[in-house]
Nanobody
Framework: QVQLVESGGGSVQAGGSLRLSCAAS????????MGWFRQAPGKEREGVAA??????????TYADSVKGRFTISQDNAKNTLYLQMNSLKPEDTAMYYCAAAGADRFVFVALGVDDYNYWGQGTQVTVSS
């Protein structure tokens, strides 16, 4: 059974930083694409950052809105995915979710919600101005 457990959310002022973690069990983080998504109240869930790292092949994709501010990474030894968020803005306020694509699934769109099979419960990030 795949479980993804996010942590690290919280409340910060604009310009601050947070580091989100996603601990995976029943799934190896290097098996296929993993990503971070977010959903603000009244808005659709959107992709923030996605990563594929396996057998020396690495692919990282960021949403335009977070490029240069967010960094996705993974620690294979800890089987954990991370999202370092710097220079946070009030518009980054949302519930952040970790997601993983099925082991043998071909991911067409790295930041596409429909391409991911497993989801965590989310961690809230609130940025005040």
């Amino acid at each position: 059974q795949v479980q993804l457990v996010e942590s690290g959310g919280g409340s910060v002022q604009a310009g601050g930083s947070l580091r989100l973690s996603c601990a995976a069990s029943g799934y190896t983080v290097s098996r296929n694409y993993m990503g971070w998504f977010r959903q603000a109240p009244g808005k659709e869930r959107e992709g923030v950052a996605a990563m594929y790292s396996r057998r020396g092949s690495i692919s990282i994709t960021y949403a335009d809105s977070v490029k240069g501010r967010f960094t996705i990474s993974q620690d294979n030894a800890k089987n954990t995915l991370y999202l370092q968020m710097n220079s946070l803005k009030p518009e980054d306020t949302a519930m952040y979710y970790c997601a993983a694509a099925g082991a043998d699934r071909f991911v067409f769109v790295a930041l596409g919600v429909d391409d991911y099979n497993y989801w965590g419960q989310g961690t809230q990030v609130t940025v005040s101005s």
